[in-house]
């Protein structure tokens, strides 16, 4: 990806921040649900963040920073690209993109046009 703006690694930043929090939450809820009995889980609670691509393909922008934050939270890449974006790559592109690469159909519409 093209270098990032100061701006776009200040986003990146503040969301892994946020990130970091909102897992931090969780956490304390989880203890304290465990400690009258509830349910809790092993593996720490799962935070679920949605961004466009740019913040997060081949693991730079907020993944980079959440490593920067806190070491132990892991943490799954999904990029979405388009078939006709695909189909310009060759496979050490596709797969350093993320975890995993969800292609979507050359027809489909895109929702920023």
Not at 38 to 46: A, D, E, F, W
Not at 87 to 104: P, T
């Amino acid at each position: 990806p093209p270098r990032p703006t100061q701006s776009q690694v200040l986003w990146d930043a503040t969301m892994a921040h946020r990130i970091v929090q909102a897992r931090s939450g969780q956490a304390e809820a989880g203890a304290a649900r465990k400690a009258t009995g509830g349910r809790g889980t092993s593996q720490g609670p799962l935070v679920v963040h949605v961004c466009g691509k740019f913040h997060c393909e081949q693991r730079l922008g907020i993944p980079e920073h959440l490593a920067a934050y806190d070491d132990s939270v892991r943490s799954l890449v999904v990029v979405c690209v388009g078939w006709d974006e695909l189909s310009s790559m060759d496979e050490r592109q596709v797969a350093g993109l993320g975890d995993y690469v969800v292609v979507s159909p050359q027809d489909q519409a895109k929702s920023y046009q």
